[in-house]
């Protein structure tokens, strides 16, 4: 069993930047891949960013690329999600999640409470 907490969401302007954290319980967090989703208002959740569990490999939806950065630090139970050149459009809760094993877009069986980012323009 794996207990996510997120912090680190706001209201911010367009441009501005933005760094989420998620923080796990256990002692096996390195055995998990680790991923970041969010869900709009009226909308289904999606998928935004994937680390590997030892953080070599990452992977992002197109629409974040070259402005979001996942990583993680496995010695403080952690995973990151910078956010800069924030949009009003990346409105949304964003999501911490974990998977055994290899990263990806799906098939994430622990989440977390989730944390609001507004972003107004």
């Known amino acids: 069993q794996v207990q996510l907490v997120e912090s680190g969401g706001g209201l911010v302007q367009a441009g501005d930047s933005l760094r989420l954290s998620c923080v796990a319980s256990g002692r096996t967090f390195s055995s998990y891949a680790m991923g970041w989703f969010r869900q709009a208002p009226g909308k289904e959740r999606e998928f935004v960013a994937t680390v590997s569990r030892f953080g070599v490999s990452t992977d992002y939806t197109d629409s974040v690329k070259g402005r979001f950065t996942i990583s993680r630090d496995n010695a403080k139970n952690t995973v990151f999600l910078q956010m800069n050149s924030l949009k009003p459009e990346d409105t949304a809760v964003y999501y911490c999640?974990?998977?055994?094993?290899?990263?990806?877009?799906?098939?994430?069986?622990?989440w977390g409470q989730g944390t609001q980012v507004t972003v107004s323009s």
């Open positions: 999640a974990a998977r055994l094993g290899r990263m990806g877009d799906a098939g994430y069986d622990y």
